[in-house]
């Protein structure tokens, strides 16, 4: 190895060791190495330079090795430049500093290379949309020397758009970008070489969860002294449940509950130390336990959510009822409501107020999203046994829940959560819904009757109106056209595909006649409201415009 | 570096021009399944079903975020044009570009501020407001009324075409027992002549 180095004149160290391998143990895997003053980790793109040739290549570091030779060598997937494949790209659009990343089976998709042929490293950041995908900041994205979101296939050279699980047989969590503390400490995938790599897997179990990397040395400090039994086997296993965890939380429901009252946010936040605690005391025992893991990892990563602040707040999801989340998420809804109402300055300070006890994150209402889905729809059956829903008519069909809180409060001071009615293909096109549930049934009716005595206008010339929901639709309504024969005589098979796939209908098959059936139907019901629509519309403007003051 | 809201507002109608809102969905269809039925179609980024709560009974439908608009409108024209059915026959679902007050929580509309006034008694428009607040309400009544009817009709398809389909399988039945029927006499036959 020494004289290695004496040739190239450049330094070399190796880092973290991997595995061995080979037929006498004689080749060592290494996540690492140091060359040239530069760090180097698996996965880590790079150029590489070959005699000869101007332009470097892009490849991605998928194995390092030193064999028994003591020669060093890394295995490259590489990544292709627009200008290599430009012979299939045809007109497919691509960004100026994109490159493709090599996938499926065949020559193009990687090669061995003697490690010295390294030129550099070369920040690459993907900008999938995928959800599984950490997306890159407006930062990063500037620094980024390329970005891919695309890969080519070599066998047959097609671009593809979608990501399996495995690029080019890289499995795909790292070929998306990695967290900031994860490209800190390497995935950590087997052997741990001490605490460090404990502290760090811990860490990036909880970044994982996309936590913004603001502070990456809080989770660790929080979780490292803690956590003492993490192994690295189930590290392994836990990063592989976060990413799929990661993927399942996106697409579940995200209940948390909404309270618009200041009065419990004190209590919220002693439960928020609870909460801290409880977390450490359970990722300590459950560490293993496959189940629970997608309980407590939110837990640990809550908290360095709520120090953090990290306004683009996507992810933590899972976790139901944390009081924790509570708090942050009820905070931006107030603070928008200082932004943007104008009338009532005794108001905004009354809110001002309640905003104060808490860390104030940045309000954020795209992601207010996450804590309301399912709880509001209980929360709906339960209101109306209690008599404090209303529904309101009329609203502009732009407006966001939070803007029909807002009215609510100073036009009937009353406080209430309120979520839009969205819409729907047969939704009536001149005004928008909100179901609005009250504290108090005695509130509810003050705002009814005040509602129906008086007139709150809007603009647009848009009166507010309210009804009582006499009845909400159950969750179950029957669904028509759906049929499925029952079919003892012909085969299992045909049964189990005929009902889990989805396809389109063939011309010569009935199947294909109901169907077009079905779409008749659809063709005939969709300019009955069409019909209806424009008459109302027409009744509406016929009305404002006697308008006098308009 | 925080985006401004008009900034947020911008890159969240983008991802309403990415977005494909299906209909006529079975009402037990999991995540997964539209997932591994859209794929075809490219990258599904994320999947939200639309909750069904409402004066008029929003029908089973979802909010599916595909990699780029391209997508969205690939699987929109190819929707159209064949019918084309998940989990379930033989209705088939519905594909419409989304619009953006279909999600649940959009961002506001930067600049927005709500002015509200609660008119007077006396005022000349207050006639006009009452009437319009008592057309609104009907017209919400007359929109549920449609519905049920809509609901009526697609019930009697619904049965028309189980009718249809029981027959053509007892059809189907009767070929299949003939055929084996008409085996069975011809093996019977040989087996005698042996």
């Given at each position: 190895?020494?004289?290695?180095?004496?040739?190239?004149?450049?330094?070399?160290?190796?880092?973290?060791?991997?595995?061995?391998?080979?037929?006498?143990?004689?080749?060592?895997?290494?996540?690492?190495?140091?060359?040239?003053?530069?760090?180097?980790?698996?996965?880590?793109?790079?150029?590489?330079?070959?005699?000869?040739?101007?332009?470097?290549?892009?490849?991605?570091?998928?194995?390092?090795?030193?064999?028994?030779?003591?020669?060093?060598?890394?295995?490259?997937?590489?990544?292709?430049?627009?200008?290599?494949i430009s012979r299939w790209l045809d007109d497919v659009s691509v960004l100026e500093n994109e490159i493709f990343l090599a996938t499926g089976e065949g020559v193009g998709l990687a090669n061995v290379n003697p490690l010295e042929a390294i030129a550099g490293k070369c920040n690459v950041v993907c900008t999938s949309k995928d959800s599984r995908n950490h997306q890159p900041s407006e930062e990063e994205l500037k620094l980024a020397d390329y970005v891919f979101y695309r890969t080519f296939d070599v066998g047959s050279c097609t671009i593809l758009d979608k990501m399996d699980d495995k690029v080019g047989g890289t499995e795909v969590r790292f070929v998306f970008n990695k967290k900031e503390s994860e490209a800190a400490c390497a995935v950590p995938?087997?052997?741990?070489?001490?605490?460090?790599?404990?502290?760090?897997?811990?860490?990036?179990?909880?970044?994982?969860?996309?936590?913004?990397?603001?502070?990456?040395?809080?989770?660790?400090?929080?979780?490292?002294?803690?956590?003492?039994?993490?192994?690295?086997?189930?590290?392994?296993?836990?990063?592989?449940?976060?990413?799929?965890?990661?993927?399942?939380?996106?697409?579940?429901?995200?209940?948390?509950?909404?309270?618009?009252?200041?009065?419990?946010?004190?209590?919220?936040?002693?439960?928020?130390?609870?909460?801290?605690?409880?977390?450490?005391?359970?990722?300590?025992?459950?560490?293993?336990?496959?189940?629970?893991?997608?309980?407590?990892?939110?837990?640990?990563?809550?908290?360095?959510?709520?120090?953090?602040?990290?306004?683009?707040?996507?992810?933590?999801?899972?976790?139901?009822?944390?009081?924790?989340?509570?708090?942050?998420?009820?905070?931006?809804?107030?603070?928008?409501?200082?932004?943007?109402?104008?009338?009532?300055?005794?108001?905004?300070?009354?809110?001002?107020?309640?905003?104060?006890?808490?860390?104030?994150?940045?309000?954020?209402?795209?992601?207010?999203?996450?804590?309301?889905?399912?709880?509001?729809?209980?929360?709906?059956?339960?209101?109306?046994?209690?008599?404090?829903?209303?529904?309101?008519?009329?609203?502009?069909?732009?407006?966001?829940?939070?803007?029909?809180?807002?009215?609510?409060?100073?036009?009937?001071?009353?406080?209430?959560?309120?979520?839009?009615?969205?819409?729907?293909?047969?939704?009536?096109?001149?005004?928008?819904?909100?179901?609005?549930?009250?504290?108090?049934?005695?509130?509810?009716?003050?705002?009814?009757?005040?509602?129906?005595?008086?007139?709150?206008?809007?603009?647009?010339?848009?009166?507010?109106?309210?009804?009582?929901?006499?009845?909400?639709?159950?969750?179950?309504?029957?669904?028509?056209?759906?049929?499925?024969?029952?079919?003892?005589?012909?085969?299992?098979?045909?049964?189990?595909?005929?009902?889990?796939?989805?396809?389109?209908?063939?011309?010569?098959?009935?199947?294909?006649?109901?169907?077009?059936?079905?779409?008749?139907?659809?063709?005939?019901?969709?300019?009955?409201?069409?019909?209806?629509?424009?008459?109302?519309?027409?009744?509406?403007?016929?009305?404002?415009?006697?308008?006098?003051?308009? | 570096?925080?985006?401004?809201?008009?900034?947020?507002?911008?890159?969240?109608?983008?991802?309403?021009?990415?977005?494909?809102?299906?209909?006529?969905?079975?009402?037990?269809?999991?995540?997964?399944?539209?997932?591994?039925?859209?794929?075809?179609?490219?990258?599904?980024?994320?999947?939200?079903?639309?909750?069904?709560?409402?004066?008029?009974?929003?029908?089973?439908?979802?909010?599916?975020?595909?990699?780029?608009?391209?997508?969205?409108?690939?699987?929109?024209?190819?929707?159209?044009?064949?019918?084309?059915?998940?989990?379930?026959?033989?209705?088939?679902?519905?594909?419409?570009?989304?619009?953006?007050?279909?999600?649940?929580?959009?961002?506001?509309?930067?600049?927005?501020?709500?002015?509200?006034?609660?008119?007077?008694?006396?005022?000349?428009?207050?006639?006009?407001?009452?009437?319009?607040?008592?057309?609104?309400?009907?017209?919400?009544?007359?929109?549920?009324?449609?519905?049920?009817?809509?609901?009526?009709?697609?019930?009697?398809?619904?049965?028309?075409?189980?009718?249809?389909?029981?027959?053509?399988?007892?059809?189907?039945?009767?070929?299949?027992?003939?055929?084996?029927?008409?085996?069975?006499?011809?093996?019977?036959?040989?087996?005698?002549?042996?």
């Amino acid at each position: 190895m020494v004289e290695v180095d004496d040739v190239a004149n450049l330094e070399f160290n190796w880092g973290k060791k991997r595995g061995v391998g080979g037929k006498r143990k004689e080749v060592q895997f290494y996540e690492s190495f140091t060359y040239d003053g530069v760090d180097y980790n698996l996965y880590d793109s790079v150029y590489m330079v070959k005699e000869g040739e101007p332009e470097p290549y892009i490849g991605k570091l998928i194995k390092i090795w030193e064999s028994g030779d003591k020669s060093k060598k890394v295995k490259v997937q590489w990544f292709f430049q627009p200008s290599e494949i430009s012979r299939w790209l045809d007109d497919v659009s691509v960004l100026e500093n994109e490159i493709f990343l090599a996938t499926g089976e065949g020559v193009g998709l990687a090669n061995v290379n003697p490690l010295e042929a390294i030129a550099g490293k070369c920040n690459v950041v993907c900008t999938s949309k995928d959800s599984r995908n950490h997306q890159p900041s407006e930062e990063e994205l500037k620094l980024a020397d390329y970005v891919f979101y695309r890969t080519f296939d070599v066998g047959s050279c097609t671009i593809l758009d979608k990501m399996d699980d495995k690029v080019g047989g890289t499995e795909v969590r790292f070929v998306f970008n990695k967290k900031e503390s994860e490209a800190a400490c390497a995935v950590p995938e087997r052997i741990p070489d001490g605490k460090d790599e404990k502290e760090c897997a811990v860490a990036c179990n909880a970044v994982e969860f996309n936590t913004l990397s603001t502070t990456v040395g809080q989770p660790e400090s929080l979780l490292g002294e803690e956590v003492t039994a993490s192994k690295a086997g189930t590290v392994k296993d836990e990063l592989e449940m976060a990413t799929d965890t990661k993927v399942k939380a996106e697409k579940r429901p995200q209940p948390a509950n909404f309270h618009s009252d200041s009065e419990e946010k004190p209590s919220k936040k002693a439960k928020k130390d609870d909460v801290i605690k409880s977390s450490v005391d359970k990722s300590r025992k459950k560490l293993v336990e496959r189940g629970s893991d997608v309980k407590t990892m939110p837990t640990a990563a809550d908290v360095p959510a709520e120090n953090t602040k990290s306004g683009n707040n996507v992810p933590i999801r899972q976790a139901k009822d944390k009081p924790s989340k509570q708090g942050k998420v009820d905070c931006p809804r107030k603070e928008k409501n200082i932004n943007n109402i104008e009338k009532g300055p005794s108001n905004k300070e009354k809110l001002g107020n309640k905003t104060k006890g808490l860390s104030g994150g940045r309000p954020d209402v795209d992601n207010s999203k996450w804590f309301r889905q399912s709880p509001f729809e209980d929360r709906v059956e339960i209101a109306q046994k209690d008599g404090t829903i209303l529904m309101l008519h009329n609203l502009d069909p732009e407006y966001v829940s939070g803007e029909v809180e807002d009215i609510i409060w100073h036009a009937l001071k009353e406080h209430c959560s309120a979520k839009m009615v969205q819409r729907t293909k047969i939704s009536t096109p001149h005004s928008g819904q909100a179901i609005v549930i009250f504290k108090t049934r005695d509130g509810t009716e003050r705002a009814m009757t005040k509602l129906n005595e008086g007139c709150l206008m809007l603009p647009n010339g848009r009166p507010l109106v309210c009804s009582t929901p006499s009845t909400f639709p159950g969750k179950q309504s029957t669904f028509y056209g759906h049929l499925v024969i029952d079919n003892k005589t012909l085969g299992q098979r045909e049964k189990k595909g005929a009902v889990s796939t989805s396809h389109c209908s063939q011309p010569n098959t009935i199947e294909y006649d109901m169907a077009m059936e079905w779409c008749l139907l659809q063709a005939r019901s969709d300019s009955w409201w069409k019909r209806l629509y424009k008459k109302q519309g027409l009744e509406l403007r016929r009305l404002k415009a006697t308008f006098k003051s308009k | 570096m925080e985006p401004s809201a008009e900034a947020k507002y911008a890159a969240f109608k983008e991802k309403v021009k990415r977005t494909v809102y299906l209909e006529n969905l079975n009402p037990q269809l999991t995540d997964a399944v539209i997932r591994t039925a859209l794929n075809q179609f490219g990258n599904v980024v994320n999947i939200q079903f639309v909750p069904n709560f409402g004066l008029e009974n929003i029908r089973y439908a979802a909010l599916v975020e595909m990699g780029d608009a391209k997508q969205a409108n690939q699987i929109i024209t190819e929707i159209a044009n064949n019918p084309f059915m998940i989990s379930g026959k033989p209705r088939p679902v519905r594909a419409f570009a989304a619009e953006i007050e279909m999600f649940p929580f959009h961002p506001r509309k930067p600049g927005g501020k709500v002015p509200w006034v609660w008119l007077d008694k006396k005022d000349p428009d207050f006639e006009v407001a009452q009437k319009i607040k008592d057309t609104v309400l009907k017209h919400a009544s007359e929109a549920s009324s449609l519905f049920q009817q809509q609901l009526l009709e697609e019930e009697k398809t619904h049965k028309r075409q189980a009718e249809t389909l029981k027959a053509n399988y007892k059809k189907k039945l009767l070929r299949h027992k003939y055929v084996i029927l008409d085996k069975g006499a011809v093996k019977l036959a040989e087996h005698s002549v042996k």
